[in-house]
């Protein structure tokens, strides 16, 4: 049990975030990762679209033999974790209760902010999340469209990125956030344009650590973790796969010979 690969999906290219936190957490365990490239982006999808492709890539990592399943994706994490949960085999993590985990830990004055997708921010699983752990929590949401295709585009530099983010920003900027949940894994790429528009004061929680970190308790627990040897990771995209090796590289710490089509409809 402890030889077999841990399961990682997103909508494309965002979920890539988390997988390299999982390769320095947990170095000697196996990864395979499923890029959703056909039918990016997951967030502007109604909650039956997004469930329907969230089961299809998890019965697809279940067939790989995975011994757990991470969900990188928040709108699917937000939608579609409790059937993943109910109608997999394979134990499921999603990303949104490590992250509002690490939010609550960091904030001093209890007013957080949300930036998500569309289907994350009118779920309100993050205000559920945070609410639970910090009742008097004050919490504002924004959604930001633009930011996955400037991600998926490789336009995190480009003029257009901080004149984006400045629109999505104001109303944060206006509100007495001293924290700021990056609720989509695209988000983490366009971490540097994000803190130069709200400053150094405000903190900006990334997730994927707290979810390596979850998953490595998770593993040790139920004594699956694999402790020897090098892992090795497994790239699987369901459209376009030259495309997603190009882009991948920029992200991936790890470098990635191929990456396997696997069109999931």
């Known amino acids: 049990m402890t030889k077999k690969a841990i399961g990682v999906f997103d ?3 965002g979920g890539l975030t988390i997988l390299n936190a999982l390769r320095r957490t947990l170095p000697h365990e196996n990864l395979i990762y499923f890029g959703d490239t056909a039918n990016v982006p997951y967030g502007s999808k109604s909650k039956e679209a997004v469930t329907r492709l969230s089961l299809a890539i998890g019965r697809f990592l279940q067939e790989q033999n995975v011994k757990l399943i991470v969900v990188a994706c928040n709108t699917a994490s937000a939608q579609a974790l409790g059937e993943l949960k109910k109608r997999l085999a394979v134990p499921v993590m999603g990303v949104i209760e490590p992250g509002a985990t690490k939010a609550v ?4 004055n209890g007013h957080i902010a949300v930036l998500g997708t ?11 999340a945070l609410l639970k752990k910090l ?3 004050h919490i504002i949401q924004q959604a930001c469209p633009l930011f996955v295709p400037l991600v998926e585009e490789n336009w995190t530099n480009k003029p ?3 004149l984006i983010a ?4 104001l109303p944060i900027q206006q509100s007495r956030a001293d924290t700021v949940i990056l609720g989509c894994t695209h988000y ?3 971490k540097e344009v994000l803190a130069r528009i709200l400053g150094a004061q405000v903190n900006l929680v990334d997730s994927a650590d707290t979810l390596a970190e979850a998953a490595q308790v998770f593993l040790r627990k139920h004594h699956l973790a694999q402790t ?7 790239v699987y995209a369901s459209d376009a796969p030259q495309r997603f090796k190009r882009l991948a590289q920029i992200l991936l710490a790890d470098k990635i010979s191929t990456v396997h089509l696997k069109k999931l409809l």
């Open 166 to 169: 400045r629109e999505y920003l």
């Open 11 to 13: 909508s494309g290219l």
């Open 228 to 234: 020897t040897g090098k892992g090795r990771i497994t």
């Open 105 to 108: 830990g960091v904030t001093k």
């Open 135 to 137: 009742p008097n929590a």
């Open 188 to 190: 983490p790429v366009l």
């Open 160 to 162: 257009a990125a901080e």
């Open 118 to 128: 569309e289907g994350t921010v009118n779920s309100k699983a993050y205000p559920k």
